[in-house]
């Protein structure tokens, strides 16, 4: 699984522990993902290439590097990824963003579609955001639709996955690089993750 990436940062695995914590409110839960989200993002784009632009400063023109923050766009998968979207705005403020929103039937564990309101990509980085990789056909799903609207490049921020859905991913995505927190032990009969979060969207918005 050489495009997956697990992230070492003693900060991400604080904030997974909260996460994992059932006594971890709603509020509490999305602003966790929302900072977990940053944390994920600054692994990602740790080799990022910057380019240099002209500003003021206090003593007249200079060049300085900065990323091209416009060539971003975020997409959240509804429900669980949209607090992802907080925390990696506040750090790429002049990014784009689009939504996808993604059920799984939770008696097949077959992947729906609802919702696409994804700009077209091209030269853009897609940056996909959704907390669980299960079984993995949500994120396979999302990242077809993501494929057909032409990006230079797709990475995506997870959270937790199981080791049968990310390598799912890996062989049918390889192009795709995966940046997560941790990948746990297995899937239940259910296809939830073990020991994972539970259900983050049913967590994250209180129902
Ligand atoms: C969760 C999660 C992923 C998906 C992962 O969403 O946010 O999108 O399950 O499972 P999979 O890898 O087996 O597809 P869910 O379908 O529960 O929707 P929700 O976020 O609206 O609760
Ligand atoms: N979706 C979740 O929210 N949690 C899981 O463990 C699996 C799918």
Do not use: C
């Not at 023109?61 to 506040?90: H, Q």
């Amino acid at each position: 699984m050489e495009n997956i990436k697990e992230i070492q940062h003693p900060i991400a695995k604080n904030l997974l522990t909260k996460l994992r914590d059932i006594n971890t409110t709603p509020y509490l839960f999305r602003k966790y993902l929302s900072e977990i989200a940053r944390v994920l993002l600054f692994e990602a784009l740790k080799e990022e290439k910057l380019v240099e632009k002209e500003i003021d400063i206090w003593i007249g023109r200079y060049v300085f590097p900065v990323i091209e923050e416009e060539k971003f766009v975020f997409i959240p998968i509804l429900r669980a990824g949209l607090p992802m979207l907080d925390g990696t705005l506040e750090v790429i403020n002049n990014a784009k963003a689009g939504f996808l929103a993604i059920k799984r039937d939770e008696e097949t564990l077959e992947s729906i579609l609802y919702y696409d309101r994804v700009p077209q990509l091209d030269g853009k980085t897609a940056i996909i955001l959704d907390p669980m990789v299960a079984t993995g056909g949500s994120l396979d799903y999302a990242l077809n639709v993501v494929k057909e609207k032409k990006p230079e490049r797709i990475i995506s921020l997870n959270v937790v996955g199981a080791p049968e859905g990310l390598s799912r991913i890996s062989h049918k995505h390889p192009d795709v690089s995966v940046y997560i927190a941790s990948i746990d032990e297995k899937l239940n009969d259910k296809g939830y993750i073990i020991p994972g979060l539970g259900d983050a969207g049913d967590r994250a918005f209180n129902t």
